[in-house]
């Protein structure tokens, strides 16, 4: 019953570091997606997977990579942390329709400092 | 493009009074509609959906009607208890290169006893 699966959960970088972070969802979707959460702002695409070995885009990828080896892991890189990218990042996945809900993980929250 | 409008928060009421928080969207096709709710330290978790125009989404004696000549999807519940305290978030699913969820900004909602 673990659905999606999020770690770290919390994490402090300095400026110019680097980290990845790690989704796993067991329930065979073929879709997937990073978002980060920000104060007023809601949450905002970073990258998407529609299926292994694929990755786009989303509205504000810049900073940041992934990659979808596996159907049931997504991840996300960022290869020199700013402190703008100081958020809160959620990992989602769905089934591939256009009225299926997004299944969320619990959340990493991210300093850079 | 693709957008989600919600009411600034935060709203703030008494126990058993009604709630209406106001929800609109742009969208270039025919999207889905969902409302979310993310209770403190947790991910966003499904609370209703309505997948075409006049669908009403209930669930948890929360309600929303999909009105397509308004582009709107308005929240609302006849009487909040204080565990409805939670930030609330609408989303649009739409298809462009990939099935896309966007958000709207969030709401949250303060239930006093």
């Known amino acids: 019953n673990a659905g999606v699966t999020q770690t770290p959960k919390f994490r402090v970088l300095k400026t110019g570091q680097s980290m990845t972070l790690l989704c796993a969802q067991d329930?065979?979707?073929?879709?997937m997606y990073w978002y980060r959460q920000d104060p007023g702002m809601g949450l905002r695409l970073i990258h998407y997977s529609v299926g292994e070995g694929t990755t786009a885009k989303g509205e504000v990828p810049d900073g940041y990579n992934v990659s979808r080896l596996k159907k049931q892991n997504f991840l996300l890189g960022l290869e020199s942390a700013a402190p703008s990218q100081t958020s809160v990042y959620f990992c989602?996945?769905?089934?591939?329709?256009?009225?299926?809900?997004?299944?969320f993980g619990s959340g990493t929250q991210l300093s850079v400092l | 493009g693709n957008s989600v409008t919600q009411m600034e928060g935060p709203v703030t009421l008494s126990e058993e009074a009604f709630l209406t928080i106001n929800c609109t969207y742009t969208?270039?096709?025919?999207?889905?509609l969902f409302w979310y709710v993310q209770y403190p330290g947790e991910g966003l978790q499904l609370l209703l959906k309505a997948t075409k125009a006049d669908d009403k989404g209930s669930n948890k004696g929360f309600e929303a009607t999909y009105r397509k000549e308004t582009t709107s999807f308005h929240l609302e519940k006849g009487s909040v208890q204080v565990s409805d305290s939670a930030v609330y978030f609408c989303?649009?699913?739409?298809?462009?290169?990939?099935?896309?969820?966007?958000f709207g900004a969030g709401t949250r909602l303060f239930v006093k006893a």
């Open positions: 329930m065979n979707h073929e879709y």
């Open positions: 989602a996945s769905s089934y591939s329709t256009g009225n299926e809900k997004l299944f």
């Open positions: 969208a270039t096709g025919y999207p889905s």
């Open positions: 989303a649009l699913r739409i298809y462009t290169g990939g099935f896309k969820t966007i």
